[in-house]
């Protein structure tokens, strides 16, 4: 067994971040060219993103969660994933709006290599999550210090700014 394994086993319907959790139903508005309004409700493999801490301590309502394919099948949802290049500079952290998981080998719990979505957030009430994770028996939940890892790219993905104009040096800096 690994020194710092990537995920460990819980069962119930206690939250941390960095639990995953399958087929979570999400209501997803739906463009339409005329007035009416829809939605439809599809269903994502989501990785809870909301601190720990803030679950525990009755800090939030609401849980944010973020979505996650399969190596196999994110391809499906972005082409450019199928770019080994690109792949590689996931794992580097220089795609900010993707992160990598590492693949599961525990009996209870398989899984392949994922790839997180932080362009796509989902937000959820807490005790709908809790009773969702509860309806999955066993399941994955990340482990430290991976589960601080996939944070920081998150923050790192919502902290950059942009600036409207570049800053001119001046000559003797060029």
């Known amino acids: 067994m690994s020194k710092y394994p990537w995920y460990e086993l819980v069962e119930g319907n206690e939250l941390e971040?960095?639990?995953i959790l399958w087929r979570c139903p999400v209501i997803v508005p739906v463009v339409d060219e005329g007035e009416r309004i829809t939605a439809d409700i599809d269903e994502?493999?989501?990785?809870?993103m909301t601190h720990s801490c803030d679950l525990a301590h009755e800090k939030t309502t609401e849980v944010l969660l973020c979505p996650h394919w399969d190596l196999q099948?994110?391809?499906?949802?972005?082409?450019?994933l199928t770019d080994k290049g690109k792949l590689?500079?996931?794992?580097?952290?220089?795609?900010?709006?993707?992160?990598?998981?590492?693949?599961?080998?525990?009996?209870e719990c398989p899984m392949?290599?994922?790839?997180?979505?932080?362009?796509?957030?989902?937000?959820?009430?807490?005790?709908?999550?809790?009773?969702?994770?509860?309806?999955?028996?066993?399941?994955l939940r990340l482990?430290?210090?991976y589960r601080e890892h996939l944070?920081?790219?998150?923050?790192?993905?919502?902290?950059?700014?942009?600036l409207p104009q570049e800053i001119e040096l001046p000559d003797s800096f060029r």
């Open 17 to 19: 971040q960095g639990d």
């Open 44 to 48: 994502f493999d989501v990785i809870i």
């Open 73 to 80: 099948e994110a391809a499906k949802v972005d082409r450019s």
């Open 88 to 107: 590689k500079q996931i794992l580097r952290g220089q795609v900010y709006r993707y992160a990598m998981l590492a693949a599961s080998k525990i009996p």
């Open 112 to 139: 392949g290599v994922r790839i997180v979505d932080f362009g796509r957030v989902f937000s959820l009430p807490k005790s709908f999550v809790q009773k969702l994770a509860a309806s999955q028996g066993k399941r």
């Open 143 to 145: 482990c430290s210090p």
């Open 151 to 162: 944070a920081q790219a998150f923050a790192r993905f919502f902290m950059r700014v942009g």
